[in-house]
């Protein structure tokens, strides 16, 4: 999928198949992962092999004990040498239930050092449709 643009800022829109049930930071996590592969997929298979580190807050905003789908709304929070921030919300398919909102910050580490590297200018240049303009949830 491409970036859709709202009214207030950009986003990249993966739906992902969900059995529902208790949702954990951790769970979050994972599908937020997948989203962010997703977008990635072309960058990541055509640049060397890297290792990504990170951290993840996630707030849980309510259930989705019956969700078939989840709607998982991407967006670039910021970029800078090294790490990124994608921010995110989790909801219902038709993105009227939301279920939790947060951000996810990875950092490019090289594979064999295992210290920070660059983003590639592809990476960048990419992914700049995503970068917020406006920086808040919405």
Same mark, same amino acid.
């Given at each position: 999928m491409? *970036?859709?643009?709202?009214?207030?800022?950009?986003? %990249?829109?993966? %739906?992902?198949?969900? *059995?529902?049930? #208790?949702?954990?930071? &951790?769970? !979050? /996590?994972?599908?937020?992962?997948?989203?962010?592969?997703?977008?990635?997929?072309?960058?990541? *298979?055509?640049?060397?092999?890297?290792? !990504?580190?990170?951290d993840? &807050?996630?707030?849980?905003?309510? $259930? $989705?004990? $019956? *969700? &078939? /789908?989840?709607?998982?709304?991407?967006?670039?929070? =910021?970029? =800078?040498? @090294?790490?990124? /921030?994608?921010?995110f919300?989790? $909801?219902?398919?038709?993105?009227?239930?939301?279920? &939790?909102?947060?951000?996810?910050?990875?950092?490019?580490? #090289?594979?064999?050092?295992?210290?920070?590297?660059?983003? @590639?200018? @592809? %990476?960048?240049? /990419?992914?700049?449709?995503?970068?917020? #303009? %406006?920086?808040?949830?919405?």
């Amino acid at each position: 999928m491409n *970036a859709v643009r709202d009214d207030l800022n950009p986003k %990249f829109v993966f %739906f992902v198949p969900f *059995a529902g049930g #208790d949702l954990t930071p &951790a769970n !979050v /996590t994972v599908q937020v992962d997948r989203a962010i592969a997703a977008r990635c997929a072309d960058q990541i *298979a055509a640049a060397p092999p890297f290792d !990504v580190a990170g951290d993840a &807050a996630v707030e849980l905003l309510g $259930s $989705s004990a $019956s *969700a &078939a /789908t989840m709607r998982i709304d991407l967006w670039l929070e =910021d970029i =800078d040498a @090294s790490s990124c /921030t994608w921010g995110f919300l989790c $909801s219902s398919e038709n993105g009227c239930v939301p279920y &939790a909102r947060g951000e996810r910050t990875l950092v490019k580490l #090289d594979a064999r050092s295992h210290r920070p590297q660059p983003w @590639s200018e @592809s %990476f960048r240049r /990419t992914n700049a449709d995503l970068l917020r #303009d %406006f920086h808040a949830f919405a």
